[in-house]
């Protein structure tokens, strides 16, 4: 069993920089690979970024890649998401998942954080 607590999130105008965090409990985390993904209003859960459980490898979606960076310390069991200059569509509520394989998918997460929410003004 792992919980998962984001935080980090709040308002900034657009061109500003966010860092999400999420903590995880359990002695298990540095075997699961972790992802972030968002979700806006009146829009499906949508994936962000996800991180081996190594931190080896890194994945982005295109309307992230070069603007957020996802990493994890797993002597910390914390998984980051630095968020550079943000645009007022990055608003969403932002949670972090946690699961065998780091890949897009949403279904392949066993775990999941209750959101932290990310506003961002023009």
């Known amino acids: 069993q792992v919980q998962l607590v984001e935080s980090g999130g709040g308002l900034v105008q657009a061109g500003g920089s966010l860092r999400l965090s999420c903590a995880a409990s359990g002695r298990t985390f540095s075997s699961y690979a972790m992802g972030w993904f968002r979700q806006a209003p009146g829009k499906e859960r949508e994936f962000v970024a996800a991180i081996s459980w190594s931190g080896g490898s890194t994945y982005y979606a295109d309307s992230v890649k070069g603007r957020f960076t996802i990493s994890r310390d797993n002597a910390k069991n914390t998984v980051y998401l630095q968020m550079n200059s943000l645009k007022p569509e990055d608003t969403a509520v932002y949670y972090c998942?946690?699961?065998?394989?780091?890949?897009?998918?949403?279904?392949?997460?066993?775990?999941w954080g209750q959101g932290t929410q990310v506003t961002v003004s023009s």
């Open positions: 998942a946690a699961g065998v394989r780091s890949v897009p998918q949403s279904h392949e997460y066993d775990y």
